[in-house]
């Protein structure tokens, strides 16, 4: 199954998504492990997000290392790193710039140490939604 490119501008949220979890498939198939070549077959306004699913299915997987901490910078999907703002025993909170409503934001990473501990993921969940 390949999940066909859309035109420019339209499109589901979840079609990024399941256009990366197709490379994945691929990957692990032994099919295709060039995502440059991948990212390609898809039209240019689809290509950055689609290559950001894509590392970050594969940093989940440990194929691509995560990287110690989030450097200025460093983009989350529309999200952009300003700068390591706390940290403690649930993870690193960062000021992140939201590009697509240009505002800040606080972005708290959870260390993959504790993203499969399934108590620690529950605690991280109630975190995020008591702070809203």
């Not at 390949?2 to 979890?21: F, K, L, M, W, Y």
């Not at 991948?38 to 240019?44: A, L």
């Not at 299915?57 to 529309?78: T, Y």
Request: overall charge negative.
């Amino acid at each position: 199954m390949t999940v066909p490119p859309t035109e420019s501008g339209e499109g589901d949220p979840g079609q990024v998504t399941r256009i990366a979890e197709e490379f994945i498939r691929l990957h692990d198939a032994g099919q295709l492990t060039d995502l440059d070549e991948f990212c390609g077959r898809y039209p240019e306004d689809q290509r950055q997000d689609v290559r950001q699913q894509c590392e970050q299915l594969l940093r989940i997987r440990g194929v691509i290392k995560q990287p110690d901490r989030l450097s200025p910078g460093h983009m989350l999907a529309s999200y952009k790193i300003v700068e390591l703002i706390g940290k403690g025993g649930m993870g690193e909170v960062y000021r992140a710039r939201d590009s697509k409503l240009d505002r800040d934001i606080a972005i708290k990473v959870l260390p993959p140490e504790l993203a499969c501990q399934p108590e620690r993921v529950k605690r991280f969940e109630r975190e995020a939604a008591d702070a809203i």
